[in-house]
């Protein structure tokens, strides 16, 4: 099939290269100039493990095709996905969907024959009635069909997540569409990929009810930690113990740092933003985005504590400050809250990070970038984990660390207590 994706950031570009890797003719296209000849020479924007390899091989083999031509690449395809950014409004209400209205308007001047027109980013409810209405002031409503197929990808796994999905969801009620999108989907169908055809406002509804469900997922289990840091039991043991009913599901209950990302806290807000419009209260996300707006100084208090309340010139090192493993995205991410209250505090803080220097972190005092964990490490009085990456789960830290008593703070829980214990390690988790 003949496959349009507008946009290429994430959504974009790993939808795009999937889909060709499945055997389709995929046109991305972004009127960023530069990132559009980047890549066309295989330089990709964003870190996802597995992505360079598969626009390399499908860019050879010409199934996929990079452009700035939006009115050209239209014109040549059947499916259009709108994959461009909606981010949080500058007012924080709601999300941002000027770039959605602005393609729709730019599609409707290249529509001659009948294309389904997809939304893959995060839109709010009834956004997909919206860009119909601006499509068809220009185009017979028989020329188009404007469908909702949200996205579940993951930073870090986005690969395995487009080619393994739990399920693919079509928001429509136009039978043509829908057939014709099952069969672009049929490989991961005969997968066992579940399949599920909904109304375009359900589709559109089940993207922000799943993220909003997953953040309060790990939200629970954040608060639980909380308690059992007071009552001596592990919350890992708890985690196991709920996880196994079926019901629950052990997935997504791992405490940790405040949760952050693109998504979780941008999507929680714009849920809650749909609602106040429809004057509905969702209570539980609301009190979801208190707690993890919390969750940040209930952390640098539990260093506090740590340090005894001795944080001046104390040598601080965070392993990991990206928001979570396998990605360079800082968006969101809990260490943009933590490093700045510590420095301000007194410490000096030295970090490494697999995916190198971080931008928002350059122009702080105090804070150093290490180029690997063993300088990062070396001098540091406490060892802050922030995030789960391979490289951090097998350090010798009694060997590496040469100051003394130092202490290891593992906001992801990825070591044993009763290893650090045997090795006469000052080791505190989250949640024990
Ligand atoms: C999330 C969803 O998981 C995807 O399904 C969705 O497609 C995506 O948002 C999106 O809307 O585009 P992502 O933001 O890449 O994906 O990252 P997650 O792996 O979901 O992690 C989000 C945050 O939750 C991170 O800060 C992570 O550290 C935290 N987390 C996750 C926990 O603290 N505990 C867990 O058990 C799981």
């Known amino acids: 099939m003949k496959l349009c994706m507008i946009g290429t950031g994430y959504v974009g570009l790993v939808s795009g290269v999937c889909f060709s890797d ?13 990132k559009v000849e980047k890549l066309k020479r295989g330089i ?9 390899e598969l626009v390399l091989k499908n860019y050879t083999n010409k199934r996929l095709k990079f452009s ?8 040549n395809s059947d499916i259009i996905f709108i994959c461009v950014g909606t981010p949080s409004k500058k007012n924080g209400n709601g999300a941002d ?9 730019e599609i409707r001047g290249s529509i001659s ?4 027109i997809i939304t893959k980013s995060t839109v709010p409810v009834t956004t997909g009635d919206e860009i119909e209405k601006i499509i068809s002031q220009k185009v017979s409503k028989k020329l188009f069909s404007v469908v909702s197929n949200p996205e579940f990808l993951r930073e870090g796994e986005a690969i395995r997540d487009f080619i393994y999905p739990d399920r693919v969801i079509i928001g429509t009620m136009d039978k043509k569409s829908n057939n014709v999108l099952k069969n672009l989907y049929s490989p991961l169908i005969s997968k066992g990929t579940k399949y599920v055809n909904t109304s375009r406002r359900a589709a559109e509804l089940i993207k922000y009810a799943s993220n909003a469900f997953l953040a309060t997922k790990i939200t629970f289990i954040n608060e639980l930690a909380n308690l059992c840091e007071k009552i001596d039991v592990n919350i890992e043991d708890i985690s196991i113990g ?8 052990g997935r997504f209950l791992r405490a940790g740092p405040a949760y952050g990302g693109s998504c979780f806290p941008k999507d929680t807000k714009a849920i809650i933003n749909t609602a106040d419009k429809f004057k509905t209260n969702l209570s539980v996300i609301k009190s979801v985005i208190k707690s993890n707006d919390n969750r940040s100084s209930l952390l640098l208090k539990r260093v506090f504590n740590i340090l005894n309340g001795n944080v001046k010139n104390k040598k601080i090192c965070f392993l990991g400050v990206t928001f979570k493993a396998n990605t360079d995205d800082m968006r969101d991410s809990a260490s943009l809250s933590m490093i700045p209250s510590l420095v301000k505090k007194g410490a000096i803080v030295n970090y490494f990070d697999p995916t190198g220097e971080k931008y928002d972190l350059k122009k702080l005092k105090n804070v ?23 490289d951090f789960k097998s350090i010798n830290f009694k060997k590496e660390v040469k100051s003394k008593n130092f202490i290891i703070f593992d906001m992801r829980n990825i070591y044993s207590h009763t ?6 390690i000052k080791y505190f988790g989250v949640g024990h």
Not at 26 to 33: G, L, R
Not at 68 to 75: N, R
Not at 97 to 105: F, P, R
């Open 242 to 249: 709920m996880g196994l009913d079926k019901r629950i599901g």
């Open 22 to 34: 499945l055997g389709n003719d995929v046109i991305c296209v972004d009127h960023d100039k530069k």
């Open 68 to 75: 700035t031509d939006l009115k050209d690449s239209i014109s």
């Open 419 to 424: 290893k650090m214990k045997e090795l006469k």
């Open 113 to 116: 024959k009948f294309k389904i």
């Open 368 to 390: 150093n970038f290490s180029k690997n964990i063993n300088s990062a490490i070396r001098d540091a009085n406490l060892i802050i984990i922030h995030t789960e990456w391979n």
């Open 44 to 52: 990709i924007p964003i870190y996802e493990p597995g992505l360079e």
């Open 97 to 105: 969907l000027s770039q959605i209205y602005n393609v729709a308007k």
